[in-house]
DNA sequence: TAGATTGTTAATCGATTAACAATC
DNA sequence: TAGATTGTTAATCGATTAACAATC
């Protein structure tokens, strides 16, 4: 909530990454690590992990490095993993129940509350999620009567620009998008967009590279 | 194969952006667009389109612009998009079927051989992708006798890890990996990951900041 | 030809790395 | 205390933007 500008996009897309590591060395059991010794692990300089984490605070300790829990906590909280998340799904194929199921087991904080599709009848329930499917008519007034954080947009792009305008009615802030194309919103909306399409695009370049 | 060095990390990423963007103005019929009126479109600077193509050459023509069609065949040509690749996918959970299926349909290209499971039994072949699933276990011997380009894996991370070996072996030079790790492979193969879940909490870190 | 727009060089900006004084 | 390692400033490096001559 405080620190909102001065932290560029490059040290925000390495702080999951920070997480992911601390996550491990706990399981581990490791308590305490040097930035030399995470750089090493990490393969990056310690200069940046050190850099990267005093944008946020003094979280270690001279002489003799960062508590490893503590540190853990900290960068979760500052990634606004300490609080729920509402979501909803939109769309019901594969992908997008993959991603809702995913959410679903692999995410405390990230509950999936329901599935919307254009042809709901289509799809048949899964017993262990338990998520119901509404049809997307029903989305707007959904969205009246339940307050959601972050929906899930996982249909054609023509289908998924006409979306940004009923969620933002809807109170909705944040987009994962699976679409493929970039969608437009209003200032205090966040959208966050995983392009599957280019993500494969940018392995077949390296491989002929 | 030929232009090897000098391109930047963050120029390969644009290059896909760049594809999409010119498929689609193909799909509405127009044949040229200069770097500004592009650079409009993407929000980014005419400046950075400009010198990110002529990394690669003079795909333009002065006064004139840049041809649609021929810059998206270019494009193509440079992201690898021109010739066949094989893939298998590990892993035949929703994820990887997912992952599987759109691939298969999206993708030209890019054609699915094969899922590798541990329990192949467990889940059942869809109709529609005609894709068997093997176990794990033949997977060695599978790749004896197939040349696959791509491995696809989504599978959790321990697993994920021992599995790298057995793809260089098999001679396997691509991974697309959707597992919650990084992964360590020979300079001469090559790792594109999907980290869903980093993703999310940079989503998350966005919606709270 | 005149106008438009690229290709490309130079200037600026931002991000990463190195260095070291502060301090546990 | 001495040794280790952070926090932070300064130096370097790379990427983006601006500018403009070349040329279609």
């Known amino acids: ?115 919307f599709d254009r042809n709901p009848e289509k799809h048949t329930l899964n017993r262990e999620d338990e998520v119901p499917i509404h049809s997307l008519d029903e989305l707007e007034s959904y969205l009246k009567d339940n307050r959601i954080d972050i929906a899930v947009i996982a249909v054609p792009a023509e289908a998924a620009r006409l979306l940004v305008p009923v969620l933002d009615r809807g109170g909705v802030r944040g987009i994962w998008n699976f679409a493929h194309t970039d969608l437009d919103v209003p200032a205090y909306m966040t959208v966050q967009s995983v392009h599957l399409s280019e993500s494969l695009m940018q392995l077949s370049y390296k491989l002929n590279h």
Chains 1, 2 share one sequence.
Not at 14 to 24: A, E, V
């Open 1 to 115: 909530m405080l620190d909102n500008k001065g932290i560029s996009k490059a040290v925000i897309n390495r702080m999951p990454r920070y997480y992911r590591y601390l996550g491990s060395l706990m399981e581990q059991g490791i308590v305490r690590i040097s930035s030399a010794d995470l750089s090493r692990q990490m393969n990056v300089t310690a200069s940046q992990i050190r850099q990267d984490l005093n944008l946020f605070g003094g979280f270690g300790q001279q002489g003799y490095g960062y508590n490893v829990g503590h540190l853990y906590t900290e960068i979760g909280k500052i990634l606004g993993l300490d609080r729920e998340y509402h979501l909803i799904v939109i769309g019901a194929g594969r992908l997008a129940r993959a991603v809702g199921s995913y959410v679903g087991f692999q995410k405390r904080g990230f509950r999936v509350k329901a599935y």
